[in-house]
């Protein structure tokens, strides 16, 4: 074949195209207008009014107005009343010579100068005379003249000034009261009381002022105001202050609340405030709403109360874990009964209960749970035992089927709602509630776990330390309720794990620290200080957002109320729901199987197995490792003056052998028994935890 062939034989290609596909259906974004563009920038704009950007701002603004201009003639006339004061004050000390008195004085000649003094007070008194005189001439002569009308000009002219004269102004002698008026509410019409209170409570110095954000607007049954602080001050410590801010605005510390203005809207100088009329506690509770609910899912936050200022306060409970503490008789048991309900109207869930008060309060949630059981006996606690190591394998036996799973059921290692309601897969939303978690915990029945011998209530501890380490994931929420919130009752470890956290009222700071966190006391948050009868209230610290607390650290929460009724109620609709979707199990269902119990496994995956033989510590480890004994697990800081006067060992020596053995002194905060915080050198117990086990490592 020739090339003229072969070119005839080469057919042309169509020619190629590089472009990308356009679906002209789709809806094109249309250009912004003139008229969207410029209510953007009044939106966004510094220099437009507040006022002018919301009609909240702007009806509170109008409202100012018209109550300003009520009250105008009586200012007025208040401020004619404090000029004309000022104004004889003044010629007082003009007419008795007072400035030429006091240099003389000062420089001890005033028996020389007096003769001085006399003739030039008498002049003055004279000066005084003839204009008194020349002035009412001048008035009599006008009023001939011309007529009353020029002398009451004059005089309406004359009132302005002495108006101008008596305006208030802060520091100048005479025109602040001796004795105030009442402040309550008083800094809604007046921003200035507002700035007094900050000062009053040390919040800012005397020669700083606040910024007003948003007018004082009525929100509630309350008035709500937003400042920004001077530059350096922060949000937090008037959080932490808000005692002192109370007292100075002359309300309850319950009637005022604080939070710091986070996001885009807000910087860490940003202040909202909310004040009350009255005791938002003292009217009845509400009901909860889940009476009117048909059903509830899980993943779904519970409605848990509702704050000061009446907002609903959502509380989130899959992947996370909850506890509980206060004093007998606070509501502690109908708290945890509120998250429970949320959990048996879905009829997916999973429920174990434990109730080692051993009463009544939870026998209706029978009828709906896997496992059951009241009572305080030795027995009860090691079936619950029993429990938590089924549970634990349980959750091994999750991830070891999650794994297996697709990317598009099971995007990451964690339970889903289409994993939890699918039968095949069997991992629905497991929760476990313990009133009165205190009782398994102290329990000394011993046990033998793989050869180690332990007591019943440290290896419970353990087996929930491991579970709220790893359980959430899983889809276990574990909820502990406790009426001994110490540091003896509940280890350090468990409650470290524990995401969210209720504290109804304690006894003191301590405990209220030891349910809410380490510090919460010197941050603001003391259930200690609620008063005995608010039932049902408490600090609420939650592990998620909930509906209005955005990114708030705590906040008090009243509970909803929940008679025996309504839960009686609440426990035979989930039990109805499960019958319908067939997901009526365990003793609810009147075949309780006993528990298949794996404990070499679980031996293992919570560290329980026989350890190996621990290296003698060399000193002074030793020693310090000796004296603070279950204190190494439960506190967080030792400061160095209490280690040295304990073993009696000299100061830079101890300092010195410590850091050689990886332990070096840090600063740290520790609180007194008075409360006040002070910053001292010390050791954390972590620092100390680490070198125990780097020294037993080392071969």
């Known amino acids: 074949m020739n090339d003229q062939q072969r070119s ?180 809604t019409m007046d921003p200035q009381v507002l700035v007094d209170a900050f000062r009053d409570a040390k919040l800012i110095g005397k020669d700083e002022m606040l910024r007003l954000v948003e007018r004082a607007t009525r929100v509630g049954d309350g008035w709500a105001v937003t400042v920004d602080l001077p530059a350096t001050r922060k949000a937090a410590d008037v959080i932490k202050n808000r005692e002192a801010l109370a007292s100075a605005l002359a309300v309850d510390e319950v009637q005022l609340i604080v939070e710091r203005v986070r996001g885009n809207g807000g910087h860490a100088g940003r202040v909202a405030l909310w004040v009350a009329d009255t005791d938002p506690y003292a009217s009845p509770p509400l009901r909860t709403p889940l009476l009117q609910a048909e059903r509830w899912d899980a993943w779904q936050p519970v409605p848990f109360g509702r704050d000061a200022r009446n907002r609903q306060i959502d509380l989130p409970l899959v992947w996370t874990s909850l506890l509980v503490g206060a004093i007998p008789r606070q509501g502690k048991t109908f708290a945890a009964r509120l998250a429970a309900a949320g959990l048996i109207l879905d009829p997916w869930t999973r429920l174990y209960i434990a109730d080692f008060k051993a009463g009544k309060d939870w026998d209706a949630a029978a009828q709906v749970a896997h496992r059951f059981m009241s009572g305080d006996e030795p027995e009860h606690v090691l079936a619950l035992k029993n429990w938590l190591v089924e549970l634990v394998g349980e959750v091994q036996g999750r991830y070891r089927r999650m794994r297996q799973l697709d990317d598009e059921i099971c995007p990451e290692s964690k339970i889903t709602p289409v994993i939890s309601r699918d039968p095949a897969l069997d991992m629905p939303v497991t929760a476990i509630f313990i009133d009165e978690v205190q009782v398994p915990l102290e329990d000394r029945t011993p046990v033998d776990v793989q050869g180690k011998k332990l007591t019943a209530g440290e290896y419970v501890g353990e087996l929930l330390t491991w579970l709220a380490k790893k359980g959430p994931a899983a889809g276990i929420v574990l909820v502990l309720a406790t009426q001994r919130p110490d540091s003896k009752t509940i280890p350090s470890g468990l409650r470290a794990v524990l995401g969210s956290r209720f504290a109804l009222r304690v006894m003191d700071w301590r405990d209220s620290n030891i349910v809410l966190g380490e510090q919460m006391n010197t941050r603001g948050y003391d259930s200690s200080r609620l008063l005995p009868s608010h039932k049902g209230v408490g600090i609420l610290r939650p592990d998620g957002e909930t509906r209005s607390s955005g990114d708030t650290l705590a906040m008090t929460v009243r509970t909803y109320y929940m008679p025996n009724e309504d839960w009686q109620a609440i426990c ?47 000193e002074p480890l030793a020693a310090v490792v000796e004296y603070l004994g279950r204190d190494l697990d439960e506190r967080d800081f030792v400061p160095t003056a209490e280690l040295v006067e304990a073993l009696d060992v000299e100061p830079t020596a101890f300092g010195r052998q410590m850091g050689e053995l990886g332990c070096p002194p840090e600063r740290g905060r520790v609180t007194d028994d008075s409360g006040t915080v002070r910053q001292v050198r010390g050791y954390t117990t972590r620092a100390i935890r680490e070198a125990i086990e780097s020294w037993n490592e080392a071969p």
């Open 572 to 618: 035979r609709r989930g039990r109805t729901l499960r019958e319908q979707a067939g997901t009526l199990t365990g003793h609810a269902g009147g075949h309780e199987a006993i528990p298949v119990l794996d404990h070499a496994g679980v031996a293992r995956a919570i560290g329980g197995a026989k350890p190996r033989p621990q290296a003698e510590l060399p």
């Open 8 to 187: 005839q034989a080469v057919e042309k290609a169509e020619p190629v195209y590089d472009a990308e596909l356009v679906d002209d259906t789709l809806p094109q974004p249309r250009p912004r207008s003139r008229w969207h563009r410029l209510r953007r920038w009044w939106l966004i704009s510094p220099r437009v009014p507040a006022t002018l950007k919301s009609k909240a701002q702007a009806r509170q603004a109008l409202k100012d107005l018209i109550v300003a201009l009520l009250k105008s003639p009586w200012r007025y006339v208040g401020a004619v009343v404090r000029g004309a004061i000022a104004g004889l004050r003044w010629w007082r000390q003009w007419v008795t010579v007072r400035e030429y008195r006091e240099a003389a004085e000062h420089q001890e000649k005033l028996a020389d100068k007096f003769i001085e003094i006399r003739a030039l007070t008498l002049f003055r008194w004279r000066v005084t005379g003839a204009v008194i005189a020349t002035a009412m001439l001048a008035g009599l002569a006008i009023v001939l003249i011309w007529g009353p009308r020029p002398l009451w000009l004059t005089m309406a002219a004359g009132s302005v000034g002495l108006a101008v004269l008596g305006r208030r102004k802060e520091g100048s002698p005479g025109r602040k009261p001796a004795l105030a008026g009442p402040r309550t509410l008083t800094w």
